[in-house]
């Protein structure tokens, strides 16, 4: 009678009735009994990811996402309990994640702290360039601001899938994560910007091969890598 009431499957309705001891004890925050629900794809694929993710932690390499979903679509078919088809799915790894309490993490660093008085200096500075422009007659085409940033060989993502709460987070890098160039970027107050400036370290023959190259940014060298006063005077 419930069954046709409620317009339910009785045999859901019986086996409801075979647990009723376990789904009496059960708590009300769970959505299911423990072992409900869909299964895993394979237990040993678990353990085997685990253990690897682990092991990639420990030499502080990093662990993507994607390197995730492609180290099990490559481990899946050694596993002793593996079904016929495995897709790796977004869905999968999402719960993988979460079953085993990995989760995407940051390379932890320590932050620098601004200057006390840094708003005062900046107003103090804007304040100053712009009664030196008036004073001095300074042309807009005369004005330019210039950056640098350092640009890494070895550009090594901050992000890695790490065991959840974990407080320190290493990333190995390939030992060139100091070795750069430096790209500087200037515009003028007019609105026109100038080529790119691209200074590398040392390698004197390979920029003045480049120098014959490429004419849409300029190509210089230095010692350290670094842009310095005979660059910007040149």
Known sequence: QAAKHFNIDPRRIRYWKKQ???LAAASKKRARLPGGG???ISEELDTELCNW???MRANHNRV????IRNKALEIYPTMSDAGARFLASRGWLEKFLNRNGFALRRR???AQKDPDLLTQKLVSFVDYVSKTVVSKRISEKDIIAMDETAVWFDMVSPSTIDVRGTKS???KTTGHEKSHLTVV?????DGSKLKPFIVFRGAVREVKAMQQEITRAVIATSANGWMNDDLTSA
């Open 64 to 67: 993507s996402r994607k390197m």
């Open 53 to 55: 993710i682990h092991l």
């Open 38 to 40: 869909r299964k895993k």
């Open 108 to 110: 932890t660093t320590m």
């Open 20 to 22: 009723k001891m376990d």
């Open 185 to 189: 970027l200037a515009a003028k107050a």
């Open 169 to 171: 987070v290493a990333l």
